[in-house]
């Protein structure tokens, strides 16, 4: 039986253990030392449900957090992650003595995998200096989502009534399954041997991003010596299922856009990380909106080794080549704006005449901005950037893409990996300087359309409009996303020469932000365990 409490004491409650882990783990591997629950972390309520947690930074670099008054609250559940300088750590931390998580998604050993970097503790959001999620009361948001020093996001947290026992559910606990009432339980459900895939959740500008901080089999290939453009060659053809399994539904959407981290080897080439892009129907060469998300992302998840106040430069090493972003940095949180510096970006070809079936001749414009994109006001096309329905806008740009693959060669002065149309942006015909917002939307790889202004797409675009003598250096332009309303900014901060073009650095700003993280499972008998997509 029970013990009862006392008069006028609160009735005790037992929350159910939720194993959680976020290095993209394989759940299964009995592991003693993975399994070592601390206090602070992650708050469960008393049905077992986690509340959405956002990241935040722990590391060795950091001075103290303020500490915000305690609240009561559940025992929380901590989920670290191995400090970068390879350490002796505890690695993931489990709550189940029967269980831990181990190997990553690709893994055939089975083995522990080395360290990724920093320590989580999933109480906060990043840009918070609060503690995340609690059970404290009526629903409430304080402060603002980049600026730190607020609580945080709060919400209440119901307490569920304790279920009757059946004999369903002392049969259940008799066989090993919990302890018959339903507390016992693990989220998600699955087997030891099932993989089980960790993803970092943010969006930039209303683009999403789906992080997965650690691909083993990708980090094995970059230890063996391949270059950046030849790991992502080598995903391609050893690794997609991973790519169309978070990509696709019922996992993603047709909108999904992904990031692999790498660390160390020949493809990071002295940079905090590396990064390969993944969309819906395959993999980009740069991407701005995920490498604004992913400067925060690499200043809380402690993959910088020293950051700096305020502001902190993230070296990334993109397909394209080394990026350098610039996130602010209080000493316990990353902040909002973030900006980039680019790869040189150049104009490639000017008023070429294009003709697209159905449609007419057209005049665009090529321009690089690490990927290349085909530039055109949809007046040409006879439809408005603002007030057209977005399905029509998607057929006419893509139409253009497909009619510019065909009619024009395209040349990049480093690699022929890079020598593609990534896609085609519509722009409401305002390339003139002007303190006013321009709106465009991009629709790139197969009819994929960005939500955001497009991160590489502004950096093509400025390096356009400083090519035909629009705008000067250091001065700064607006872009507007039609399908969102979200802003970015870009400037050209430097000339600089490409192979043989005159090329510019371009500066573009945004903000980010993180939605969450999530835990993918795959049953091998599951026929649609790599998702699916349809048109």
Known sequence: MRARPARGQPPRRTHPAVP??????????????????????????????????LPRHSGPTSPPCPTPTPTPTPTPIPIPIPRPTGADHPGIQATQPQRAASAYFTSASGQTSPPLGGTLRLVGGASHGGRGLESTGAATRRGRGAPPGGRGLQARVPRCPR???????????????GDGDGEGRRLPPRSLTEPALHTVEMHTGGEPLRVIPRL??????????????????????????????????????????????????????????AVLF???????AMCG??????????????????????????????????????????????????????????AAATDVAIDVPGRGRVVVDISYGGTFY???SAE??????????????????????????????????????????????????KDAFSEEPTTNICVFADEQVDRSPTGSGVTARIALQYHKGLIQLNQSRTFRSSTTGS????????????????????????????????????????PLKHGFSFK
């Open 20 to 53: 959680v882990d976020l290095q993209g783990a394989v759940d299964g591997q009995d592991d003693p030392a993975a399994v070592q629950p601390q206090a602070g972390g992650l708050d469960v309520n008393s049905c077992g449900e986690r509340a959405a947690p």
């Open 163 to 177: 279920p009757a026992r059946t004999r369903e559910m002392a049969a259940a606990a008799a066989a090993g399954c």
């Open 216 to 273: 083993e089999a990708m980090e094995e290939a970059a230890a063996a010596g391949l270059s950046l453009l030849a790991l992502r060659r080598h995903m391609a053809a050893t690794q997609d299922h991973v790519r169309r399994a978070l990509m696709h539904e019922p996992r993603g959407h047709g909108g999904m856009y992904g990031a692999v981290v790498v660390r160390g080897g020949a493809a990071a080439d002295g940079a905090d990380l």
């Open 278 to 284: 993944l969309h819906g129907s395959g993999y980009s």
């Open 289 to 346: 909106h995920a490498v604004l998300a992913l400067g925060r992302f690499a200043l809380d998840f402690g993959l910088v080794a020293a950051p700096q106040r305020p502001e902190t430069a993230v070296r990334l090493r993109c397909p394209c080549g080394p990026v350098t972003a610039f996130v602010p940095w209080d000493g316990c949180h990353s902040g909002n704006p973030v900006r980039f510096h680019s790869v040189p970006a150049f």
């Open 374 to 376: 085909a530039f055109l």
């Open 380 to 429: 040409q096309l006879g439809l408005d950037v603002c007030s057209s329905k977005t399905r029509d806008l998607v057929s006419a740009a893509s139409a253009v893409t497909e009619a510019v693959k065909e009619q024009f060669k395209l040349h990049h002065p480093e690699s022929e990996d890079l020598a593609f149309i990534y896609g085609t942006i519509l722009t409401d015909g």
């Open 487 to 526: 802003l970015f900014t870009g400037k050209a901060v430097k000339e600089a020469r490409f192979g043989d073009y005159n090329a510019v650095v371009v500066e573009v700003s945004g903000e980010a932000f993180y939605t969450g993280t999530a835990t993918f499972t795959v049953e091998e008998e599951d």
